[in-house]
Every structure is written in structure tokens, then in C-alpha cells.
């Protein structure tokens, strides 16, 4: 194994030694391969790839048939960092018996070190069968996308004394239960901030402020290759869908007028 593999040990070490957590989101092998690079510390096969890759409305649609494709994919090209699984809408949420036998897959089929679950109090009996099987999850509350419809929509969550006091609750609880770290998605940051204070494992933050124990995003947001919105908690680090709808453009002109392929691309 390589010497600096990221493992599940290392978010706990890295809460008790202040150290941030990067997570990114990647749904193919050759993604993987460039954020393992980056030494990014964890991939997220995330089920946002139902929105950014598969073309669908939400995540919802999603299968584990197509999770699992696209973890198998990502697993091929990392070395270093801890790869997740997105568990999808359905694939667990009915009994503990299709929780374990799906998370199962994803770690036995696809590769996985560890698979992450929505949800809070209501979820608590799945997290544990899944952790007794041998499998770490990773825990997720505020938005829920898979969730999206009860919630009414893509809202921040915990505004409300009474409604951040239920997150509250649900990430003591979540700990209790076993799960390694929690995202906080799109919560007020001096909620996510207090969240973080209470427990002794890390948070991982998504529009959720700056004291969160580490950060994710999806990558096609950052690098700027999905289009269709961009959230206000994304940071955009480059304009990749530009640059390829003018290289794209380039290819195009130089095929139509004959300047491609010249003698240096030719045998």
C-alpha cells in the first residue's frame, strides 16, 4: 500500500490536529487520476453525477448500477486518496437489510473504502448495520438532496433556533452511531460552527463556512466544466467548458479549411 494512502484514521487525526480536509468530487478514471495527483485527501463518487454527467434533473433518478460504473471507474485511478461511494435515493433508506447488502457492493464491487448515507436520527439504525458489517460511512445532514422534494426545494437549512437544534441533535447523534466524519450542506456558518465545536470527529463543509474541518465541492463546479448553474457557496478555479468549446471551435475551422491534420500529424 502506498505510504501515504489517506485512510479512515486520518480524519480523525486531522480533527485532533486542526489540519483541513479536501474532498472532491470525481466520476471517472481519468478525474481521479488528477486529483490523486492534486494529493487531494478524499474522492467523492458523488450521486451528483446524476446532474453533471448523466444529463437528469436531481439526484434522484440515480441507480446503483450506474454508482457503481462510475466508483469502479474512479477506483481505477487513485493510489493515494479515500475513495466514497455515494449510497443513491432508495438504495438504503427502506431496511437495514438493503442498506448493508448495497453498501456491500460498493466496497466488495466497486472499490470503495467507505460509502455515505443522507440523513439524520431516522437513518441512526442503518449507520449502525452498516458499520457492522466492517464498512465506514460517512454521514451527511442540512441539505439533502436526495431529500429535495420534503425539503421543498434546494434550501439552507438551520436558520431557525428550532431547526438548528434538530442538526445539532442529528450530528450527535450520527457520532454516536459510529460514522468517521459529517458533511454539512448549505447551513449558516455559525451553525456549522458549533456543530463542529460539539463533536470529536470532523465536519466536512458545502456552503457551510470556513470552520468546518475540511471542505467539499464538485470538481465539474470548481474547474468550471458544468454550465447550467452555479451555486453561490462554489468557488470557480478555471473555466474548463470555455476552453474546450474553443478548442472544439479550433478543430473545426482548421478540419473545414484544411489545416488539420498537416504533415506533422500525418504518417
Do not use: W
Not at 450521486?47 to 450506474?66: A, H, K, N
Not at 461511494?85 to 456491500?104: L, T
Amino acid at each position: 500500500m502506498n505510504k501515504n494512502k489517506f485512510t479512515v484514521l486520518d480524519f480523525k487525526r486531522k480533527k485532533e490536529s486542526s489540519e483541513k480536509i479536501t474532498m472532491l468530487t470525481a466520476y471517472d478514471c481519468t478525474m481521479a487520476r488528477i486529483l490523486d495527483a492534486g494529493d487531494i485527501d478524499a474522492i467523492l463518487v458523488g450521486d451528483s453525477l446524476g446532474m453533471v454527467v448523466l444529463g437528469y434533473e436531481s439526484t434522484i433518478p440515480v441507480t446503483m448500477e450506474e454508482m457503481l460504473h462510475h466508483t469502479k471507474a474512479v477506483k481505477r485511478g487513485v493510489t493515494r486518496a479515500f475513495v466514497i461511494a455515494d449510497m443513491p435515493f432508495m438504495s438504503y433508506q427502506a431496511a437495514d437489510v438493503d442498506g448493508v447488502r448495497n453498501a456491500a457492493k460498493f466496497v466488495k464491487e466497486g472499490g470503495a473504502e467507505a460509502v455515505k448515507l443522507e440523513g439524520g436520527a431516522e437513518i441512526v439504525p442503518r449507520i449502525k448495520a452498516i458499520l457492522a458489517a466492517g464498512i465506514p460511512v460517512l454521514g451527511h445532514i442540512g441539505l439533502t438532496p436526495q431529500s429535495v422534494n420534503k425539503l421543498g426545494g434546494y434550501k439552507v437549512q438551520g436558520r431557525s433556533e428550532d431547526s438548528g437544534e434538530k442538526l445539532l441533535k442529528s450530528a450527535l447523534l450520527l457520532e454516536e452511531a459510529g460514522v468517521f466524519a459529517i458533511v454539512l450542506e448549505c447551513v449558516p456558518k455559525s451553525l456549522a460552527r458549533t456543530i463542529t465545536k460539539a463533536l470529536t470527529i470532523p465536519t466536512i463543509g458545502i456552503g457551510a463556512g470556513a470552520d468546518c474541518g475540511g471542505q467539499i465541492l464538485v470538481t465539474h463546479d470548481v474547474v468550471g466544466y458544468y454550465d447550467k448553474f452555479k451555486p453561490k457557496f462554489v468557488k470557480q478555479y478555471a473555466k474548463i467548458n470555455t476552453a474546450i468549446t474553443e478548442a472544439v471551435s479550433s478543430f473545426k475551422h482548421e478540419v473545414e479549411t484544411g489545416v488539420f491534420p498537416d504533415d506533422e500529424h500525418s504518417f
